[in-house]
């Protein structure tokens, strides 16, 4: 794809295929997908394409569900690999794809602009921030009690989960 109007090209004739969304482009190469993404402060003009995640992935969703919570509408992205989901944002993977389910993780006292992911593998749920793995995938419940302490439920045991450290009462 050529700008135009900048004179210069945005994105390369290497792809098998490209297809125009309202957040930006889905390239295809060798049957493995891949984005150019728009930046959300200029909206959808082609020139300003903010970042590429690269063509290494069986499909590419825009996360809207997951969104809402996000630093910009257009950053978040949920990728899949042989079935299984990860999180890319703002152009980096940020969640590697293993998991069967990624959610929002709500609560009263999660600050609006701490996002925080529910990632589901095996019937067991953990927690993960923008930069790593709070809480690992093993549980069957998590509840936030405060800011970086939270309640897990585990079959008939109650414990608590407090700066990546499972607390036993």
Known sequence: IYDLIAKRMIIPCQYNKIERTIYGYLVELNGL???????ERHGSYASFL?????????????AHNLTCLSP??????????????GICLSGKEIIPPIYDKIDNYIDEHIEIWNIIYKVFIGGKIGLYNSKENIIPP???RIKNLCSDIYKIYLKDKVGLYKNKKEIVP
């Open 72 to 85: 910009g509408k257009f950053s978040t992205m949920i990728v899949i690999k042989n079935g299984l989901k």
């Open 50 to 62: 903010d970042y590429l995640i690269p063509c290494l992935y069986d499909d590419i969703e825009f």
């Open 138 to 140: 093993k549980y069957d």
């Open 33 to 39: 997908k891949g984005a150019y993404v728009f930046n």
